[in-house]
């Protein structure tokens, strides 16, 4: 149950629970998958930071703006700390955070 595979199964799962629509059952397997990620892996792993980018996502897709902002600034700040200013990871969390606030006309 707090395997690392569980929770890669559990954030697949969730993914597509949000494609469908389905936010609630994907937050909470999210959730899940979140908790065993840190359990497993510690607080600044990059599959905790990617976990923190798929919940800002289905927020971000409630219009939960500052919901998604602050799992999108959980997810950056692990990715720099753990992959540097200039990974890829990071340049698209930066780009999820830009989209944000462009729909908030800012």
Same mark, same amino acid.
């Given at each position: 149950?707090?395997?690392?595979?569980?929770?890669?199964?559990?954030? @697949?799962?969730?993914?597509?629970?949000?494609?469908?629509?389905?936010?609630?059952?994907?937050?909470?397997? *999210?959730?899940?998958?979140?908790?065993?990620?840190?359990?497993? @892996?510690?607080?600044?792993?990059?599959?905790?930071? @990617?976990? *923190? +980018? @798929?919940?800002?996502?289905?927020?971000?897709?409630?219009?939960?703006?500052?919901?998604?902002?602050?799992?999108?600034?959980?997810?950056?700040?692990?990715?720099?700390?753990?992959?540097?200013?200039?990974?890829?990871?990071?340049?698209?969390?930066? +780009? +999820?955070?830009?989209?944000?606030?462009?729909?908030?006309?800012?």
């Amino acid at each position: 149950e707090d395997h690392p595979d569980v929770a890669g199964t559990y954030n @697949n799962i969730a993914g597509v629970y949000a494609k469908q629509g389905k936010d609630e059952m994907a937050l909470e397997l *999210y959730a899940k998958s979140l908790a065993i990620k840190i359990k497993a @892996n510690g607080e600044d792993h990059p599959s905790v930071a @990617n976990t *923190y +980018n @798929n919940m800002a996502t289905v927020y971000d897709n409630q219009g939960k703006d500052e919901m998604a902002l602050e799992q999108y600034g959980k997810s950056l700040a692990i990715d720099i700390k753990a992959l540097g200013e200039d990974h890829p990871d990071v340049a698209d969390t930066y +780009n +999820n955070i830009a989209s944000v606030y462009a729909k908030q006309g800012k």
